[in-house]
């Protein structure tokens, strides 16, 4: 049995595999019922804020947006705090239980909150418990996604593995990245068809205590298997070793690196790296030593790790530098895809959801369900068909590059806002100039298909892009990147909306959006992801050949 793993349960040594089945799908449950809970609650969250607590569109936006980036950002805090002090298991069991907390927040926000006369738009004043309460469920969600997110699929591959030091093969990466999105999205389809149609017919209070129920049952689901989880031991000094390299750079900047002959670099004996790359050159000034009798210790070890690190410490914060301009790629793109859900339901309310079942609705919160779809089954027909026909009439095994998925992913965002920039244009002219004459809903269709197909091709591009590129050390960092996105194009997404209206004296997002102009908003969101494109063949080109891709992959 490895030294550096803890495997508890005497099913682990008779039965590796079931027992790999078992806890894998233990994890995957867990967080797709805590994602359940979450995201059942965010489409109806700002009708929720402007109707029970008569808050404005603008404020209620900015709410949710920075609602969106904490929940989104935690998870990076929460990585290096796995990856360097309490390992996997613990934060996740942390994070859940705080959620839960947040989450019985909310219910009690909703069994207390002011009642509101809706034929005059007028509410009771709210009291600072009230406010208490549902501010305490934005912020104890925000630091529980972190312990949930950032470690949940990270641990689900500490399962597959023989020990701490070996990478999974990419077979069984994209295995059990394919299992992880796909109940990820059976998570996001329950939540946004069932969950906002209980919160629309029975109330926020049983709405929002289905969620409690589920967050619940995530919590007891996950430490229900805990004595059959393989939790590997964390690296103790990840965070502070990244720092030690910008300071030790910093200290020898008198080193001349071109005096190669009177310099050698330090490293640990058996390192993969024993001579730094030539990329962010600078940075090889932290292990480069002219003189080692004076800086390493007899055992061959830095007598000061802030002024000498070793050449793996340079190679993994340069991993982790190299891959960041690839990541701000992906901003827009979230941007364009998730950060407009507030905006689509104010549409959706606004037009006619009539379907062919006689006297039902669709709820104005539960179109994102669409882009759901779209986003299974184009990885369906992906994987099912497309990658196989290829590979047959080539006669060898074919698969698209993570540069060029993720290319594709935010060229495809373009179509998808202009799409919808148009669809408002239609809809604002036909309510103010044909007689109040709604338009359909089914034509915010093209913008949930379209941003199906790119969240699909750039989501998990993206995160195995990550995983194989950083160190194995920094698992738990490398699968909550993608999630920044999210974080950093809420933050943006709140500029954006407050700037915006600023500039143009409140016309453009306002409550009543047949008045506004959320047609130009989204234009503006299209010149956005135009740029995005061009700047990532740039940084696509400045990275050149990713580990992760083949002789037969096309990048």
């Not at 109330?203 to 939790?231: R, T």
């Not at 070793?241 to 050698?264: K, M, P, T, W």
């Not at 004076?294 to 914060?317: A, I, R, Y």
Request: charged share 15%.
């Amino acid at each position: 049995m490895d030294q550096e793993a803890l495997l508890v349960g005497k099913a682990t040594d008779q039965h590796p595999e079931k027992r790999t089945v078992s806890t894998i799908s233990c994890i995957l449950a867990s967080q797709a019922l805590e994602k359940l809970a979450y995201y059942g609650l965010v489409p109806n969250m700002i009708l929720y804020l402007t109707v029970e607590y008569g808050m404005g569109t603008t404020e209620a936006a900015n709410i949710l947006f920075l609602w969106s980036a904490a929940t989104n950002f935690f998870p990076l805090i929460c990585a290096f705090i796995a990856d360097s002090y309490t390992g996997r298991f613990p934060l996740i069991g942390f994070g859940s239980s705080t959620s839960l907390l947040g989450m019985l927040s909310l219910w009690l926000a909703a069994m207390i909150q002011p009642k509101c006369d809706k034929s005059i738009d007028v509410c009771q004043p709210i009291t600072p418990f009230q406010l208490f309460l549902l501010y305490s469920f934005f912020t104890l969600t925000s630091i529980g996604a972190g312990g949930v997110r950032s470690s949940c699929l990270a641990f689900a591959a500490d399962q597959v593995q023989l020990n701490n030091t070996t990478r999974i093969s990419t077979s069984a990466l994209e295995t059990l990245f394919n299992w992880y999105y796909f109940s990820v999205m059976l998570a996001y389809f329950l939540s946004e068809s069932l969950l906002v149609f209980v919160q629309t017919k029975y109330g926020w209070q049983i709405g929002f205590g289905v969620s409690l129920a589920s967050m619940a049952l995530s919590v007891a689901l996950f430490f229900a298997a805990s004595p059959f989880y393989v939790k590997f031991k964390c690296e103790h000094g990840l965070v502070s070793g990244l720092f030690q390299v910008l300071v030790a750079a910093f200290r020898n900047q008198h080193v001349d690196l071109s005096e190669e002959y009177i310099i050698s670099y330090h490293h640990e004996t058996g390192s993969s790296f024993s001579i730094p790359s030539q990329k962010l050159r600078y940075l090889n000034k932290a292990c480069a030593t002219s003189n080692p009798r004076q800086d390493l210790t007899l055992t061959g070890n830095s007598q000061n790790p802030w002024k000498l690190c070793t050449v793996q410490q340079v190679e993994d914060f340069k991993s982790l530098v190299n891959v960041l301009p690839i990541w701000s790629t992906g901003i827009i793109l979230s941007l364009v895809t998730a950060c407009q859900a507030s905006f689509i339901v104010l549409q959706a309310k606004a037009m006619d959801r009539r379907t062919f079942i006689k006297g039902f609705e669709i709820p104005p919160g539960c179109y994102g369900v669409f882009m759901i779809i779209s986003f299974v089954l184009f990885l369906v027909i992906y994987d099912l068909v497309v990658i196989p026909s290829v590979s047959w009439a080539l006669r060898k095994p074919f698969r698209l590059g993570v540069m060029v998925r993720m290319g594709a992913g935010i060229a495809i965002s373009v179509l998808c806002i202009s799409t919808l920039a148009i669809v408002e244009y239609v809809r604002r002219k036909r309510a103010r100039e044909e007689g109040g004459t709604m338009l359909s809903a089914m034509w915010l269709l093209p913008y949930m298909l379209l941003g199906g197909i790119s969240e699909a091709l750039i989501s998990i591009a993206q995160n195995e892009f990550f995983y194989s590129e950083l160190p194995k050390s920094m698992s738990s960092v490398a699968t909550t990147l993608s999630g920044l996105n999210m974080a950093a194009a809420s933050l943006v997404s709140s500029w954006i909306v407050t700037a915006v209206d600023t500039a143009t004296c409140r016309t453009w997002i306002i409550e009543d959006i047949n008045e506004g102009h959320l047609d130009y908003y989204y234009w503006l969101m299209t010149a956005f992801s135009l740029l995005n494109v061009v700047y990532f063949v740039w940084c696509s080109k400045a990275y050149g050949k990713c580990k992760s891709d083949t002789d037969n992959s096309i990048n």
